[in-house]
């Protein structure tokens, strides 16, 4: 895999500026660093594609799961992504959406997102099988993801 410097500069699929930074939901976060407008895409996380089955075993031996399955076979792991949207948190009320294409995950706003604002997304079902406790602080918080 190639080097990449520890710059600030981007991917090219990595559309708008983004800052990483401790979050109030939970342990890191992506802040919006300039106005992301509505409906056009943030960026993406592109990992490991591996498949469901060892998607499984792997979500089973880390506490902090970064593992999105995009088909009923196929499976990306992100932990040694160096994508910043990895690290975009659960909210019930998110400003982003999630979307698979072609084993990629892509962000989308829902909404026009503010600088320093944080980007949060709906996981939708998660390894986590609604055991884990959400924190999003959302009005209408469904309490676990
Ligand atoms: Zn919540």
């Known amino acids: 895999m190639a080097h990449r ?3 600030r500069e981007r991917a090219p699929y990595q559309k708008y500026a983004v800052e990483v930074r401790a979050s109030a ?3 890191q976060g992506v802040f919006a660093a300039e106005p992301i407008t509505a409906a ?3 960026g993406e996380i592109r990992g490991e594609a ?6 499984r075993i792997r979500a089973t031996r880390h506490a902090r799961v970064m593992i999105v399955e995009v088909s009923a076979e196929r499976a990306i792991d992100f ?15 998110p400003n982003a959406r999630l979307d698979i294409r072609q084993g ?7 909404r026009a997102i ?6 949060t997304v709906n ?3 998660t390894h986590h099988d609604g055991k884990l406790a959400c924190r999003c602080g959302a009005p209408g918080c469904a309490g676990w993801i």
């Open 104 to 110: 990629r995950v892509e962000f989308y706003a829902l």
């Open 50 to 55: 591996i498949s469901v089955t060892e998607a």
């Open 40 to 42: 056009r895409k943030i």
């Open 5 to 7: 410097p520890a710059s």
């Open 114 to 119: 503010a600088p320093g604002e944080e980007i």
């Open 25 to 27: 939901i939970d342990g």
């Open 123 to 125: 996981y939708g079902p």
């Open 79 to 93: 932990r040694r992504s160096t994508d910043p949207m990895r690290y975009t948190n659960h909210s019930c009320r």
